[in-house]
């Protein structure tokens, strides 16, 4: 059955690549908009799709105008320094979805191409996230086919294509991304960069929330929502899971339902002073910390050393300057230990409790820890937290105005957050200075990447107690495992791993590419050069043939390019040498003219009779859509030979 190929109007492609065009420019933008604003943009594009289906009459212009000057006019109204770019690019999606309800056209195509690029743009500055790069080639390669198929459309808008030839142009078009590719690649690596942040205020990355809070509030929700985005990657070999504790606060103040941290800043030399007397197993690694809109850094348990302008603070913990609004890269060494050894505290910071109503509770800890020393009646509370009636649930979670004591003696369950606060408040009770660390445990390893992703679900607190010729000991009383862990079932894990895997590298190796980077990709360049394998005199002494290898090399390409890739049709290669014969009798085709045209104005009878067989000949194949065989070109050939010069 022969293949029906059914004409395609130009006017119908630059309509559709128009409005895959600004969709791809509204999803580019979607996740980091106001939901109200992509809501009225989807509705302007689907309503501007059923004016374009029914073929209605298009809005007018001036109505068009009014609306999107009176959103511009809202722009100095909405934003701030806090966030410049969000309000414009909100706009400029209001703006588009405006442009589509209009008459359209060329000079409004080119106009929605433009505000669609500013959105993709705009995107960058939001959130330079992989998907970005996949929105940039698909952009690129959309704009090269659109810009083709609308050359046609401004010569003819009721021009129609065959689909054979719809299809030789998207693929040609594709040579654009292509070659853009590696000449992007080239620029990246070579373009000088800086490491100064002139537009960090504007890359806010994905905005992620944390589960990370700096203070614990016991009893105010009943339902902790769980969040399986990822809050950081840590580049390193994998360890035992237990060992999987990620430090990030100390919280040392409790006033009855609040734990709040009191530490002050240290200088770093006493922080080096006490990490000389931690014995363990040495591990370096590098962490990659989303924005989570606070200053805090996390750190294997327990850091031993950080690369990183960052401020110490009393307890073994870092904070930055200002709160992490994107992403960042540090390195650090710690020890892995449960003890932190240190000869004296302020006994007053660590055993403070609140005017409140423990006597219950005290009673309670006098008879689990009876008699017995420090370290003993610490783990005994931990038993009696972690092994006996009490459960771990992030739901209906119990909310009191005496959360502490309503949680030990009524609901017996909750989530960490309840445990370590009963253990340390037991603790202190007992006479044990204790107090809580916030952070991050567990994690699952990405053996693809090399690396640990720890999910936002993983926000933790644990315990450390001050033992005599111990230091600060860890206990986790919450009985759920404390290292949790995103797993997924079957096949399915690999693939999100693979993804994440993507990820991990498009942070690493794009995001994180500084002036730093340029500098030891340099001398790594020149060391290859000046390495024993590569004999650079070798080099210089047959630098001519190797010049002439290159020269040669780019020319075989350029021919195959141009006689292969670039090829004529026979269609098209007949009509050649039909119009060039014409033309050694006298008669140049007109730009408009067409070939029964150029055929009725030859004189010369016989001329005439043998151009208007060869026309009649080649309209019987293209007016029923046949594409010319090898035989069908040589029959026509043979008649094109057969006119006689006059």
């Not at 029914?54 to 959103?71: D, E, M, R, T, Y």
């Not at 403070?352 to 008699?371: A, C, G, H, M, Y």
Request: glycine share 4%; with cysteine.
């Amino acid at each position: 059955m022969e293949k029906i190929n059914k004409p395609i109007k130009i006017s119908s492609i630059v309509v559709l690549c128009s409005y895959l065009i600004g969709f791809l420019g509204f999803i580019s933008v979607v996740r980091n908009i106001d939901i109200l604003y992509s809501t009225f943009f989807a509705a302007l594009l689907i309503f501007s799709l059923y004016l374009q289906i029914k073929q209605s009459i298009p809005l007018p212009g001036w109505l068009i105008n009014i609306f999107s000057i009176a959103f511009v006019l809202i722009i100095p109204f909405r934003i701030s320094m806090d966030d410049p770019v969000t309000p414009v690019v909100e706009t400029t999606l209001i703006l588009l979805g405006a442009k589509f309800l209009g008459e359209k056209s060329v000079r409004d195509y080119l106009q929605i191409y433009l505000i669609s690029i500013l959105l993709l743009a705009g995107s960058a500055l939001l959130s330079l996230d992989m998907e970005f790069a996949v929105y940039l080639l698909l952009m690129i390669f959309l704009m090269s086919f659109s810009a083709i198929a609308l050359t046609f459309y401004s010569e003819d808008s009721d021009a129609v294509l065959n689909p054979d030839i719809a299809k030789k142009l998207a693929l040609k078009s594709l040579i654009i991304p292509v070659m853009a590719i590696p000449l992007t690649a080239f620029l990246f690596l070579i373009l000088p960069r800086t490491s100064y942040p002139l537009l960090d205020f504007l890359n806010r990355g994905g905005g992620v929330s944390s589960g990370f809070t700096d203070s614990v509030r016991l009893g105010s929700v009943s339902d902790i929502q769980v969040d399986e985005s990822i809050i950081m990657r840590v580049s390193m070999k994998p360890i035992t899971p237990a060992s999987l504790y990620w430090r990030g606060i100390v919280l040392d103040f409790f006033d009855g339902i609040s734990w709040k941290s009191s530490v002050s800043e240290v200088p770093i030399y006493t922080i080096y002073k006490r990490n000389f007397a931690l014995r363990g197993t040495k591990i370096s690694y590098t962490v990659y910390l989303e924005p989570y809109n606070n200053n805090y850094l996390f750190y294997l348990d327990k850091p031993f050393q950080t690369l990183i302008n960052a401020t110490p603070f009393d307890g073994l913990t870092f904070r930055m300057q200002h709160d992490i609004n994107k992403r960042i890269k540090y390195t650090a060494t710690s020890i892995l230990s449960e003890t932190l050894a240190e000869d004296s505290i302020n006994r007053d910071i660590y055993l403070q409790l609140p005017d409140w109503n423990f006597e219950r509770l005290k009673k309670t800890v006098n008879d689990i820890s009876k008699n017995k020393g420090d370290l003993e009646s610490a783990n005994e509370i931990l038993t009696y937290l972690k092994s006996g009636e009490y459960k771990y649930t992030l739901a209906n979670l119990p909310i009191s105005s005496d959360p502490l004591n309503d949680f030990i003696f009524n609901y017996k369950y909750g989530n960490c957050e309840f445990f370590a606060s009963a253990m340390t408040v037991m603790l202190r009770l007992r006479g044990i200075p204790s107090r809580i660390i916030g952070g991050y445990a567990g994690g699952y390893y990405n053996e693809m990447g090399g690396y640990y992703a720890i999910p936002q679900k993983n926000a933790h607190v644990w315990v450390e107690a001050y033992i005599q010729k111990k230091g600060w000991v860890r206990f986790d009383p919450t009985p759920a495992p404390s290292t949790a862990f995103l797993s997924l079932p079957g096949g399915f894990s690999k693939i999100r791993a693979f993804f994440d895997s993507l990820y991990y590298y498009w942070n690493a190796m794009i995001i994180n590419y500084d002036f730093s980077k340029q500098v030891a990709l340099l001398k790594k360049a020149r060391s290859a050069v000046q390495s024993p394998f590569l004999d650079v005199s070798l080099i210089k002494k047959y630098s001519a043939l190797l010049i002439s290898v290159f020269a040669f090399s780019g020319l075989t390409i350029l021919i195959l390019y141009f006689n292969v890739f670039r090829r004529k049709t026979y269609e098209e290669r007949i009509i050649s040498l039909f119009l060039l014969k014409m033309k050694k009798y006298g008669y140049e085709k007109a730009q408009s003219e067409g070939l029964e045209e150029l055929a009725g104005r030859v004189e010369n009878n016989e001329i005439k009779e043998k151009a208007y067989l060869f026309v009649q000949e080649f309209e019987r194949y293209f007016y029923r859509d046949q594409k010319l065989k090898r035989q069908d070109y040589q029959k026509l050939k043979n008649i094109l030979n057969n006119f006689k010069r006059v």
